[in-house]
């Protein structure tokens, strides 16, 4: 069964960075897409990022040029790269893959202004 762990998360001022990690338990990592999501307080979950099997990618729009995701099949590890942070990406952050299957606990991100 496939099981998603993230980490990396925690407490940044406005401006600051972030590297989010989801290790998979899963030996099928290198022929899924992964995608990163967030939940923030009170917000249904959205889609932040995507990444291909090819390394094709894809950003919400409010996040084009500050947020960079990547994958590492050897070690079945998904990144996302977190720059210039704002208050409003304040969420849980989730990985999954493509289609979603159970969730992991996420790791919270919390920016202050």
């Known amino acids: 069964q496939v099981q998603f762990v993230e980490s990396g998360g925690g407490l940044v001022q406005s401006g600051g960075s972030l590297r989010l990690s989801c290790a998979t338990s899963?030996?099928?990592?290198?022929?899924?897409?992964m995608d990163w999501y967030r939940q923030a307080p009170g917000k249904e979950r959205e889609f932040v990022a995507s990444?291909?099997?090819?390394?094709?990618?894809n950003y919400l729009d409010s996040v084009k040029g500050r947020f960079t995701i990547s994958r590492d099949n050897a070690k079945n590890t998904v990144y996302l790269q977190m720059n210039s942070l704002k208050p409003e990406d304040t969420a849980v952050y989730y990985c999954?893959?493509?289609?979603?299957?159970?969730w992991g606990q996420g790791t919270q991100v919390t920016v202050s202004s």
């Open positions: 899963g030996s099928i990592f290198r022929s899924r897409s």
């Open positions: 990444i291909s099997t090819g390394g094709i990618t």
């Open positions: 999954n893959q493509l289609p979603p299957i159970a």
